[in-house]
């Protein structure tokens, strides 16, 4: 029998992209409590990020140490354990595997040591590109792997380089590796952050009096107490250290490419990005949806709890009431069933519940953020038929999925997404709502106040920066 666990994050349970990591330093935290105990609190606030694993990693009299395992922030870190640590500069990460199976020893972060005791610690948010060419490069030159994840290749080179400065070694590290990064790189007196050229995945910078942050997005900051000062850019390496914050080009910059799925739904809404507040983002789409729909409604509700902010948007553009008609449960842990359709609707059922008071005989657009395979689309749409909704109009407050994910997030394969195997009208069919609405690439740009070239939007355009797409086309 399979355990089929509900929880983000369990492979059998793909109904939606997964973003592969987060990462979260201090460096010379001074209380209250001590380094362990902030890193778990930012960890904790990063947890949407990664929950098959978490891990930290500090610098100790003998040698950096290392405490990490499967599961979530909190069934990994001991308080009592955490409290007893004195190094004031801490590296952790949470993970979901995109590059390498869901192991103990895929979890971050890694650490290399070497004879003279010396040693570095890694994280990484992001996915290597060129991972194959890489790894049987290194494979030649007689590295042993203890890992199936593509961070232990940037370890290897950086470790590899070490001995011309540590900013030296990550900038030779930054000429061979391809893809998406947003790193942070720990040794006995220092961090590093560093990011990919394109900047994929977000990285900031925060600091409370003589405390720097890094992190992978500003809700973590928020959450220990930081000030914001200033991301992490693309192709930049910054050093912190005694002497302050330090920082140099590590490669030029190309074409700026932040994953605008990043404010679709992978980042907190209450975390910014490149200036724009992610829950402000949302919402914007969710009124711009407004001129898309024809049909006549009586209520907004959203996907809980993914649709929340754009319904909001929505429902404030058509003047009609914003409803929470369903509830979600969120105390399900392990159902124990197997992964069959038939169980995934029980799971559903087990975690949706439409409140049929407020339902019935209402004419509903029903809002959420994404639509990969439709399942749990379907599923609700005849939930709420079910509890005597009128007319069920799916508002999908983002384009179409069409396209795998290269730079680290986990998309099904292309035959598994929902738009790929129909147009809107036969989709809407399939999933039993009365018609579908998506936001458009044009949508996204307005809200977040950018041209479209200053963002990665691969996997609805096919067009993916540094990589020749399917159409040949290299942007
Ligand atoms: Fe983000 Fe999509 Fe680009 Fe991946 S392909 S980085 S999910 S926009």
Redesign the pocket.
């Given at each position: 029998m399979h355990i089929y666990q509900t929880i983000p994050g369990n492979q059998n349970d793909r109904q939606r992209?997964l973003e592969k990591c987060g990462v979260f330093a201090v460096y010379n935290y001074q209380g209250p409590g001590n380094a362990g105990i902030i890193t778990y609190l930012g960890l904790l606030a990063l947890q949407h990020r990664g929950q098959e694993s978490a891990g930290i990693a500090y610098p100790d009299l003998d040698g950096m140490k290392l405490i990490k395992g499967m599961g979530l922030v909190d069934q990994i870190f001991n308080r009592d354990i955490l409290n007893m640590i004195t190094s004031a500069t801490m590296l952790g990460h949470v993970r979901y595997s995109t590059t390498g199976s869901s192991n103990p020893s895929n979890a971050q972060p890694l650490v290399a040591r070497s004879v003279d005791q010396s040693s570095i610690a890694l994280a990484h948010n992001g996915n290597l590109t060129n991972t194959r060419h890489l790894h049987n490069k290194l494979l030649e030159e007689g590295q042993i792997f203890h890992t199936t994840s593509d961070t232990e290749i940037i370890l290897a080179h950086i470790f590899h380089y070490r001995r011309q400065g540590m900013v030296e070694a990550i900038k030779r590290t930054m000429q061979e590796i391809r893809g998406?990064y947003a790193a942070v790189l720990m040794d006995e007196k220092h961090l590093y952050a560093f990011r990919d050229p394109n900047g994929?995945?977000p990285l900031v910078i925060g600091n409370s009096g003589p405390t720097y942050y890094l992190a992978s997005e500003t809700a973590a900051l928020d959450t220990v107490g930081a000030d914001f000062i200033r991301e992490v850019k693309p192709g930049e390496i910054v050093m912190i250290g005694p002497n302050g914050l330090h920082s140099c080009l590590g490669k030029s910059a190309t074409r700026r490419?932040l994953?605008?799925?990043?404010y679709v739904y992978?980042a907190r809404p209450d975390s910014v990005i490149a200036g724009n507040n992610v829950h402000q983002v949302r919402k914007s789409v969710g009124i711009q949806l407004a001129d898309r729909i024809s049909a006549e409604l009586d209520m907004v509700i959203p996907s809980p709890d993914s649709g929340v902010s754009a319904a909001m948007g929505l429902a404030e553009a058509l003047q009609i009431p914003l409803e929470w008609a369903v509830h979600r449960n969120p105390y399900l842990g392990r159902t124990f069933i197997e992964p069959t359709q038939d169980e995934r609707e029980l799971a559903v059922r087990l975690k949706f519940n439409p409140i049929s008071a407020i339902i019935r005989g209402k004419k509903i657009a029903v809002v959420d953020d994404s639509l990969v395979r439709g399942t749990t689309a379907k599923i609700l749409t005849g939930l709420l038929r079910s509890a005597g909704a009128e007319a069920v109009h799916l508002c999908i407050a983002s384009p179409p999925?069409k396209?795998?994910?290269?730079?680290?997030?986990d998309?099904p394969v292309a035959a598994d997404l929902a738009f790929n195997q129909a147009n809107a009208e036969s989709l809407a069919e399939k999933i039993g709502a009365d018609s579908i609405t998506f936001a458009t690439p044009d949508d996204l740009y307005k809200a977040v106040g950018s041209a479209s070239n200053n963002?990665?939007?691969?996997?609805?355009s096919g067009e993916?920066?540094g990589l020749r797409s399917r159409r040949g086309k290299v942007s």
């Open positions: 992209p998406a994929f995945r490419s994953c605008i799925f990043e992978f999925y396209n795998p994910c290269y730079y680290g997030i998309i963002y990665c939007t691969a996997c609805f993916y920066p």
